[in-house]
């Protein structure tokens, strides 16, 4: 059975910085694509970064140079750092991977929350 568990989450002032985990089990974690999106209140879930199997990232407009997606393969871990933590980057996260047989799994997502 895949689960994947989120941690990391919580309140933080506006500038400051949070850091993302999420730790996969049943699955072939090194050959699985993952990535992390978020949902606001009132809007739709949306994608925020992903990282291949072989760790080439990419990421929303809205937080290049802020946000850095890795994995460690070994940890079947992928992490999502966050700076620069603006209010409207408030939302769920939630941790997304998709097996090399195409099956998605969600995390049960960790909130954040941006404010002073």
């Known amino acids: 059975q895949v689960q994947l568990v989120e941690s990391g989450g919580g309140l933080v002032q506006p500038g400051g910085s949070l850091r993302l985990s999420c730790l996969a089990s049943g699955i072939i974690f090194s050959h699985s694509g993952a990535s992390w999106y978020r949902q606001a209140p009132g809007k739709q879930r949306e994608l925020v970064a992903a990282?291949?199997?072989?760790?080439?990232?990419s990421y929303a407009d809205a937080v290049k140079g802020r946000f850095t997606v890795s994995r460690d393969n070994a940890e079947k871990t992928v992490y999502l750092q966050m700076d620069i933590l603006k209010p409207e980057d408030t939302a769920v996260y939630y941790c997304?991977?998709?097996?090399?047989?195409?099956?998605?799994?969600w995390g049960q997502g960790t909130q954040v929350t941006v404010s002073s």
């Open positions: 990282i291949t199997t072989g760790g080439t990232p």
């Open positions: 997304n991977v998709m097996s090399p047989f195409g099956s998605n799994y």
